[in-house]
């Protein structure tokens, strides 16, 4: 057994820049912080080279790679937090689904759920520490070697967004598959969403118990939902998560912040921001001056320039990011794409992002 194996979830260095957990809870900060959505992607030269002939999940199940992978981006740029590398997926592995990262594709599950009796075939109680165990090793070895440079966020996937996953079986444009169980089996629909809720929570949890500082909810399918279908099958859950979580966190006097990010469910911004989350994460089809008037101060905001604007030359990118700040305004707001970084970036340009946030920030709090 490595040394990095025995290192355990306390006694961590102290946390040296938290501008990020500031925000998160709306207070001052000497500037807005900023990070990225898969920061610690295919757009970083050293990222590829250590991924390079080794399968997805492989990686994803092995603590050292992992905090490998979180850290590559912090040592080129000066995010103010880091998000464990992982996937969303684990859980319905953790479930009992076969799940494999196939090249060119994707995500694929060659045994998709089809009908309501295949959630018999999923595992009805899920340890987490025995099938997650690795995650939260890898946030505790991550923690320890960030040395306190910034909080480190850990993530799940939304219930809505990973039954869609596991009915769709891979990625999709119209999720009709995962649709149609919403209006033909809704009992079935309501008792898997149930399922991968308690499994969720208590994933939570055990980030929080590794050492995660923050954590996100990522709900990337709530575009194809409607208001009503959202309100149903979508908003309860993930307060559900929030509320039980918190809950649970208060016994033992912890407050992590929490950040709920319903991409293209801009239809549901108020409800979301009375959902438990201190943070809404946006995308970029939404004004950051009307995000405000919608949510009126109850949340702080994350987001939202759109990621193709990282194709524009420096001094663009540098335009777009002051008047996306001028929006927000500088407090309770944390600089983000409003979706994760594309393989074809350059990273330079993330870095000008990165800067460009800084500076206009530490201006505009000056003024």
Not at 272 to 277: D, K
Request: net charge neutral.
């Amino acid at each position: 057994m490595e040394k990095d194996d025995l290192l355990l979830p306390k006694d961590f260095p102290k946390l040296k820049n938290d501008a990020f957990l500031r925000a998160c809870q709306g207070q001052e900060t000497p500037h807005v912080p900023v990070w990225c959505m898969r920061q610690a992607g295919r757009y970083l030269p050293e990222f590829r080279e250590f991924r390079a002939g080794k399968d997805f999940f492989e990686t994803c199940r092995s603590p050292a790679a992992c905090c490998e992978l979180t850290l590559q981006p912090l040592r080129r740029f000066p995010f103010d937090a880091a998000i464990i590398f992982s996937d969303i997926l684990v859980i319905p592995q953790a479930m009992g689904m076969d799940v494999q990262m196939v090249a060119g594709k994707g995500p694929t599950f060659p045994e998709p759920l089809k009908e309501p009796e295949d959630l018999l075939l999923l595992q009805p109680k899920v340890d987490v520490n025995k099938e997650l165990g690795y995650v939260f090793k890898a946030i505790t070895l991550t923690r320890h070697k960030l040395e306190g440079k910034v909080p480190l966020i850990g993530f799940t996937g939304a219930p809505w967004t990973l039954m869609a996953y596991m009915i769709e079986g891979g990625g999709s444009t119209t999720h009709s598959k995962a649709k149609r169980w919403l209006y033909r089996h809704p009992e079935a629909s309501h008792k898997l969403l149930k399922m991968l809720t308690d499994v969720i929570v208590e994933y939570l949890l055990g980030q929080v118990a590794a050492g995660a500082q923050a954590l996100q909810v990522f709900e990337s399918h709530a575009g194809c939902l409607g208001p009503v279908e959202f309100q149903e099958f979508s908003l309860p859950y993930l307060r559900d998560i929030a509320r039980k979580v918190k809950d649970q966190l208060k016994e033992s006097g912890q407050n992590v912040p929490m950040i709920v990010f319903a991409k293209d469910g801009h239809y549901g911004l108020e409800d979301l921001s009375q959902s438990h989350y201190e943070v809404v994460g946006l995308d970029w089809t939404i004004d950051p001056c009307s995000a405000r008037e919608r949510t009126g101060g109850k949340v702080s905001l994350q987001g939202n320039m759109d990621p193709c604007a990282l194709y524009a030359p420096k001094e663009r990118i540098s335009e777009i990011v002051k008047k996306m700040l001028e929006g927000f305004g500088t407090r309770g707001y944390i600089a983000n794409l409003g979706h994760g970084l594309y393989p074809d970036m350059d990273p330079e340009n993330v870095g000008a992002f990165v800067e460009a946030v800084h500076t206009h920030s530490r201006h505009l709090n000056h003024k």
